[in-house]
């Protein structure tokens, strides 16, 4: 079964503005950790930032912040101020705790960012 | 910083061949892992292994084999190279396993089988 989908196969944003990048996932486990890739042309896949499932607050790490709410079971990647360096692939994973060598990947999105 | 290398970018089989992919990283990481990427289905696991001469199946072993002689090498073997495996492959390492650890990729392999 499908444990992360990200909705979005392609996505356009103007420079300077911000954009959201959906991602749901599934899984019943109580304790789990969400994570954004950027993959640019290069192929090398780039850690962004992490979310814990107790994790009270949203991550941020500089232009990116993660908008997670868990209900939703959503952790919708933000960036702000989009650049022309962020044109790229970027993808959701999750990884469980019952079974932590594990890490699962969306279909990811590709975001370009329009000068 | 955490390296991690693969022995080549571009590769050209022909079917039936044997294919080795090498992935070196440089950080006494414990966990390497192996993926397939292709479009529209993300990364896929092949293999994984968190000790030297230990290796665990992922989603998708089949026609694929794995070696860990040394713990900065990890191999992914094609025994019989098929047009199904035409594919982007990923090498990815992980200090320890943990929910909160990332993984580092190397800049993969774009392997084409004739």
């Known amino acids: 079964a499908q444990k992360i989908t990200q909705t979005q196969p392609g996505m356009f944003v103007q420079e300077k503005e911000a954009v959201t990048l959906d991602c749901t996932y599934d899984?019943?486990?109580?304790?789990?950790?969400l994570f954004w890739y950027k993959q640019p042309s290069s192929g090398e896949m780039i850690f962004l930032i992490y979310?814990?499932?107790?994790?009270?607050q949203n991550a941020t790490e500089g232009r990116y912040s993660l908008n997670f709410q868990k209900a939703r079971k959503s952790a919708n990647l933000v960036i702000s101020a989009s650049q022309l360096g962020d044109s790229a692939m970027y993808f959701c994973a999750m990884r469980e705790d019952y079974n932590n060598n594990d890490m699962r990947f969306g279909a990811g999105t590709r975001l370009t960012v329009k000068p | 910083d955490v390296k991690v290398t693969q022995s080549s970018r571009y590769l050209v089989k022909r079917t039936g061949e044997k294919v080795f992919l090498e992935c070196v990283q440089d950080?006494?990481?414990?966990?390497m892992f192996w993926y397939r990427q292709d479009p529209g289905l993300g990364l896929r696991l092949i293999y994984f292994?968190?000790?030297?001469?230990?290796?665990e199946k992922g989603d998708i072993p089949e026609g694929y084999s794995v070696s860990r002689e040394k713990k900065e090498r990890f191999s992914l073997i094609l025994e019989s190279a098929s047009t199904n495996q035409t594919s982007m492959y990923l090498c990815a390492s992980s200090l320890f396993t943990g929910q909160k650890e990332t993984q580092y990729f190397g800049p993969g392999t774009r392997l084409l089988v004739l």
């Open positions: 950080m006494d990481h414990e966990n």
């Open positions: 292994s968190y000790d030297v001469k230990m290796k």
């Open positions: 979310q814990g499932s107790y994790d009270e």
């Open positions: 899984t019943s486990d109580q304790s789990y950790g």
